[in-house]
């Protein structure tokens, strides 16, 4: 089964002229989830944050944005590609090492899904305090009190 890999997309039995509709079709999905995803993210960034601060705020979250990018691609290339043996970039692989770029993918796949969630449960941990100290200070008004 003849693989074709472009772009770091690897498309079982593709022709060549299909692999560009292919990316297109890909790049159509990817681009309003991260678009839905930087605008909110943004806003709450934001918000948090005095008017006086603002520039700075929004240059922490830029810089910020951009490292999680880089060491994002670099870790997931990395696994992706620590099967393969070196020297075979930019050529067509054959099906041995197509299987070993898919397991490097699925491999990547699962430590972005893993990541997600880490990051999904650290942030319901740092959203539930303070709603539970809010609870606790509302039942309790006189505890915290010196006096």
Known sequence: MPF?????VSVPGAEKAAVPFQLVHRATRHGPGIGLCGTPMSTLAMSAVDADRAGMASAVLNALRQVGQVFGVAVLGA????????????????????ALFITGLHHALWVS??????AAAITIALLIRPAH?????????HEDTPG
Do not use: F, I, K, N
């Open 4 to 8: 074709t890999v472009r772009s770091g």
């Open 133 to 141: 100290r809010r609870h606790h200070a509302e039942r309790h008004p």
């Open 113 to 118: 899904g893993l990541a997600l969630l880490a």
């Open 79 to 98: 696994l992706v590609y620590a099967q393969l043996p070196t020297g075979g970039g930019g050529r067509q692989l054959d099906t041995a090492h197509a």
